[in-house]
């Protein structure tokens, strides 16, 4: 018999330390052997008759490995089927000693305990859905950007009018002294064009248009531009950048007409208007569908966060802050705060996968690989493309992959059935941009 003894009993975390006896481990390690003897060829022997010493000196080390192995998980799954736990995960085992004469086989094992959630507590979830219904209006501003995107530039020597392309080189300086990433070449932006980035980068291209417009090439502008206190970058935030600007071309763009060869360029067939405005209409309703469904996911997770109080295991956030140190460590040498904010973002992902789990249980999660396939094909153009490239390399891992997609659109749909849902109107624009 191995002993057991419990390092941790929490209502979120079972830890216990597992010592196996000799005789058990000698057992295992005498029945790998056994199961190889059977089968195993070796030159000068007939298959079943290789002598035990043999066999042993061989593939001693493969029977070791495999004996611990399989003490781990018989052990490991004994404990947990005698105490019954409702399981967030698969235990994970530490091996602390390996079996020899001097010690026997002992590890650790931590099992993550699904804790007592009641969904009905989705009831009480206050949820604002956006409904958005493409017109006319919001088509003519689609085609109107894709004319803007696809414009001719020609080089003019007239001042700087809004709407025009503008080459400039600049370089900025703290209190006249360079940072790191402080000066381009070649830089070009449009006047009073729609910048998208956080607020800070929005704010210093709104001045650049604002100093560079009446302005004419080969002149130079400075901007002087306060960086938030809050900017990610230690060197830069709180402080003041002072920007020179040289302007080195000025663009004037001239929009395509909407006729044959401009259809063509961007892949329709056709001299008809009407066409393309329908294959632009066609190509916003899968734009829109998966901004809602992105809108969703982030609505229904931030107030399943808050509806829920329970114990989170420790080994399940520590892991999960290990992973996002690794892939935050170099903007953490630009930020002191983000070892907290990563603690925040671990605890917040646990505790959001536990709810993901206890309500998987709630809906359909049995698909079929048909049904996985109807989906993807049911989404948009790069959607299929991307996942109709991976089914040719991985057809089985994909197909889970999308399967899992499934389940987690399903729940986020069974939370807003369940929870009371208002209805926000909102325009196309108005929904993309957010």
């Known amino acids: 018999m191995a002993e057991v003894k419990t390092i941790k009993d929490s209502t979120s975390e079972y830890t216990v330390s597992v010592e196996v006896t000799a005789s058990e481990y000698e057992k295992q390690f005498d029945d790998e052997l056994s199961k190889i003897a059977r089968t195993v060829k070796l030159d000068g022997f007939r298959q079943g008759k290789v002598p035990h010493s043999v066999i042993k000196k061989k593939f001693e080390s493969q029977c070791h490995q495999k004996s611990i192995s399989y003490l781990i998980d018989y052990h490991s799954h004994k404990i947990s089927t005698e105490k019954k736990f409702d399981l967030v995960d698969s235990p994970s085992a530490k091996l602390l000693d390996t079996p020899s004469k001097e010690k026997n086989l002992s590890f650790e094992v931590t099992y993550n305990i699904m804790p007592d959630i009641d969904l009905a507590l989705i009831d009480k979830i206050n949820l604002e859905v956006p409904n958005v219904e493409i017109n006319d209006k919001d088509i003519d501003k689609v085609i109107h950007n894709i004319r803007k995107q696809n414009s001719e530039w020609s080089d003019s020597d007239k001042e700087a009018a809004d709407g025009n392309k503008i080459v400039v080189d600049y370089e900025g300086k703290i209190n006249g002294k360079d940072f790191k990433n402080n000066k381009q070449s070649d830089f070009s932006f449009v006047i009073n064009d729609t910048i998208k980035g956080d607020p800070a980068t929005v704010s210093l291209f709104k001045e650049f248009s604002k100093e560079c417009i009446g302005k004419k090439v080969n002149d130079t502008v400075e901007v002087t531009h306060k960086m938030p206190n809050d900017f990610p970058d230690k060197e830069l935030a709180g402080n003041t950048v002072i920007y020179s600007i040289k302007i080195k071309k000025i663009l004037i763009g001239k929009l395509p007409a909407l006729e044959k060869d401009f259809f063509s360029n961007l892949g329709i067939s056709t001299e008809d208007e009407s066409v393309f405005r329908d294959s632009v209409k066609t190509h916003m309703n899968f734009e829109l569908k998966d901004k809602l469904v992105s809108k969703k996911y982030s609505l229904v997770n931030e107030k399943l966060i808050d509806a829920f109080e329970f114990e989170i295991p420790n080994s399940l956030v520590n892991k999960h802050e290990a992973e996002l140190k690794q892939q935050y ?20 992902r646990v505790k959001l996968n536990i709810i993901y789990i206890k309500l998987a249980k709630e809906i ?28 040719k390399k991985d057809k089985s891992t994909t197909l889970l992959d999308v399967k899992n997609k499934m389940v987690e659109n399903g729940i986020v749909e069974y939370v807003i059935n369940k929870s009371n849902v208002k209805t926000l109107s909102m325009s196309f624009s108005e929904i993309m941009d957010d």
């Open 364 to 391: 359909k999660t049995s698909i079929s690989d048909q049904e996985a396939i109807d989906f993807c094909n049911d989404q948009s153009p790069a959607f299929r493309q991307f996942y109709g490239e991976k089914l």
């Open 329 to 348: 460590a170099s903007f953490k040498q630009a930020n002191d705060d983000v070892d907290d904010k990563i603690k925040d973002i671990a605890i917040k």
